[in-house]
């Protein structure tokens, strides 16, 4: 008996869509092509599916999602058929369209689900700016998950062989197109390709859209998400690096904006020495009422706490946090996703450098890392800093894990002001307080940490955490015991920029409903959610006290407002805002009398401060600058000074 060698694994695979037995149907290529496009529409189906179990990471919505007349589902298919119809086209055979078009549907669903289990947001088209930074945290990564990091790994090379083989096989497997199919394909789905495209402008309306119950949603983009499917809706999120002028922008609407009645160069200020300290993650853990420390992790931020700062953020996204506390403007005005440091600082913007700049300050800014990260060379140098001293051009520093400690970063703040005569500003981000929280990142940890309902593991990163809590409130006592015997007056701040990536800790101990931060509930829930530590200390007057919960954009109002100084934005917008406002969130407004407006933004009826509010931050970030001498006027100065290129 004649032996024949099996098929391979792959040519049985292809077998089983059709794609080497077409010639059962006939030899007509008409059809043939009906028999192909069956099943480039079966891939595609299983594409968009798939894409939507990983990115949700369940399968509990997807048959709605796929089916239900009154979600996009099918359009979603459809549009995938079409890309995959012209793919094959351009490829000359039928199929192979599918070993690249899945890999780049299916990719980055997963990276989107796994993003929404740590951050809660789901994966935007911004989010490829900084894959270098995920890259640079692995070690970190690795260390607190190596088994999962082993099996990631191993899946990952197991991926690129097989897609290698793959692509291999298929030069041989594939039905080869002639011009007539390659020609019907191109004439098919290009123009109708064309047409969808001119649809996905999220900011103008469109019938057709509607009928096919596609609905931007930029405001909520869980709901986004969740209602288009991954697929529709990161194609929607694309377009977020143009901004639009909002509604009523012009020279006029900017002029005729209240200002303060005597110059801001009426108050010269006390000279006093300015020092922010935006701390990683810094968070109070005793909130958490199920958990017993053997002691106060925080007993001096807690001593000398104002108030909070109510992040925008969860577990990260730390440059967001930054960007409000340095330029007094909010994220809430801004695409939902967009990071501004990433996207939209591109030129000279104003900021608490370049107001004390221009009052004679030193300006310098500091952080333990590489320059590169969250593209801050790039950025401070926009915003002004005189300096910035990072991990190229800072000394080798103490770690704790992988991360530079807060007391030595400390230690060269101190140094640094000791070596510097004039009055200055300094601006540091700490990097200790990092996730993930890896058991062994400290010799000892000397908080004992009593969580009957937590995990041995989640016991242990609580553990790690409250320790570095620890270490960051033990930095802030000797910054202030230094700042005490110093014969000018030194203004310190410290906030945490965000809750820290605890996950499951939040949920087995009951913190929280989820392991991520819920973006539009209750005040109460908001703020258990978001508020992180704030202190606000004279080295001359002490704490500055009942501060409340604020957004970061209305520190650089407190900061400018103790140093003595007056300003048309700074204390002047900003001050009129704080009045009426504690948190300007682009899901809700929460007054001073804790009263929340909800859907402010949608509602219609848009407060006229905050509306000015608005204008004046687009004008000075992408308009044309009409309010910047009334408002900026160091910030004119400084563009006028400046070479035109």
Excluded at 11 to 16: E, L, W, Y
Excluded at 334 to 348: A, C, D, H, N, T
Excluded at 564 to 581: D, F, I, N
């Amino acid at each position: 008996m004649v032996q024949t060698n099996p098929k391979s694994l792959v040519a049985n695979i292809f077998n089983a869509f059709g794609a080497t037995r077409e010639r059962d149907f006939g030899t007509s290529w008409a059809v043939q092509l009906l028999v192909q496009s069956i099943n480039t529409a079966l891939i595609a189906a299983a594409i968009v599916a798939l894409s939507e179990v990983l990115a949700r990471g369940t399968i509990v919505d997807v048959v709605e999602y796929m089916t239900s007349s009154s979600r996009p589902g099918l359009v979603a298919v459809g549009i995938t058929f079409l890309i995959l119809v012209f793919a094959d086209a351009i490829f000359g055979k039928a199929y192979q369209s599918a070993l690249f078009v899945a890999p780049l549907a299916l990719l980055p669903a997963f990276f989107s689900g796994q993003k929404q289990l740590f951050l809660s947001d789901p994966l935007f088209p911004s989010d490829l700016l900084f894959g270098r930074q995920i890259m640079q945290l692995l070690p970190a990564m690795v260390a607190a998950e190596p088994m999962k990091a082993v099996a990631l790994a191993a899946g990952s090379l197991v991926f690129c062989v097989g897609f290698v083989a793959l692509i291999w096989k298929s030069r041989k497997i594939f039905p080869r197109l002639n011009l007539t199919g390659r020609g019907l394909r191109l004439a098919l789905s290009f123009p109708l390709l064309a047409g969808f495209i001119s649809l996905m402008d999220p900011m103008a309306f469109s019938a057709i859209r509607d009928r096919l119950n596609i609905v931007p949603m930029m405001w909520d983009q869980k709901e986004n998400y969740r209602h288009n499917g991954f697929l529709l809706a990161f194609i929607f999120n694309v377009p977020m690096a143009t901004i639009s002028a909002p509604a009523g922008y012009s020279n006029v609407a900017i002029t005729d904006l209240q200002t303060d009645l005597l110059p801001a160069s009426f108050f010269s200020g006390r000279q006093a020495d300015v020092i922010v300290v935006m701390s990683e993650s810094l968070w109070d853990p005793t909130k958490m009422s199920s958990i017993r420390y053997s002691a106060d992790p925080m007993p001096t931020i807690r001593a000398a706490q104002s108030g909070q700062v109510f992040s925008p953020e969860f577990g990260g996204m730390t440059a967001n946090v930054e960007f409000e506390a340095l330029t007094g403007f909010s994220n809430a005005f801004l695409p939902y996703g967009s990071i501004p440091y990433q996207q939209y600082i591109r030129r000279p913007v104003p900021s608490l450098a370049t107001f004390f700049e221009s009052k004679g300050y030193v300006t310098k800014a500091f952080h333990p890392f590489q320059g590169w990260f969250w593209n801050r060379t790039n950025v401070y140098q926009s915003l002004g800093f005189r300096e910035f001293h990072s991990e190229e051009n800072m000394p080798a520093m103490d770690k704790r894990g992988i991360f530079a400690s807060d007391e030595s970063l400390t230690r060269y703040i101190i140094n640094e002001a000791d070596n510097t005569e004039e009055p200055f500003f300094f601006f540091a981000v700490t990097l200790q307080g990092h996730g993930p929280y890896e058991r062994n990142r400290y010799v000892k940890n000397s908080i004992k940490v009593d969580a009957p309902t937590l995990s041995d593991a989640n016991a242990n990163a609580l553990a790690t955490y409250s320790q570095g809590v620890k270490e960051a409130d033990q930095s802030l006592k000797a910054l202030m015991d230094w700042a005490k015997k110093r014969r000018r007056e030194t203004i310190i701040v410290v906030f945490g920029d965000h809750l820290p990536p605890l996950h499951t800790v939040y949920t087995e101990s009951g913190y929280m409903a989820n392991v991520v931060a819920t973006r539009k509930a209750s005040v109460e829930t908001m703020k258990r959610e978001h508020e992180t530590p704030l202190v606000v200390w004279s080295s001359e007057r002490g704490v500055q006290k009942d501060i409340g919960s604020v957004s970061p954009s209305q520190l650089p109002y407190y900061i400018v407002r103790m140093a003595g100084y007056r300003h048309p934005y700074y204390t002047g917008m900003l001050g009129r805002v704080a009045e009426r406002y504690s948190v300007i969130d682009r899901h809700q407004l929460i007054g001073r009398n804790n009263k929340a407006e909800a859907d402010w933004a949608l509602s219609g009826r848009v407060d006229p401060l905050i509306r000015d509010y608005r204008l004046l931050q687009h004008d000075v970030m992408f308009g044309e600058g009409y309010g910047m001498q009334n408002f900026f006027p160091e910030q004119a100065n400084r563009l006028q000074a400046e070479p035109s290129s």
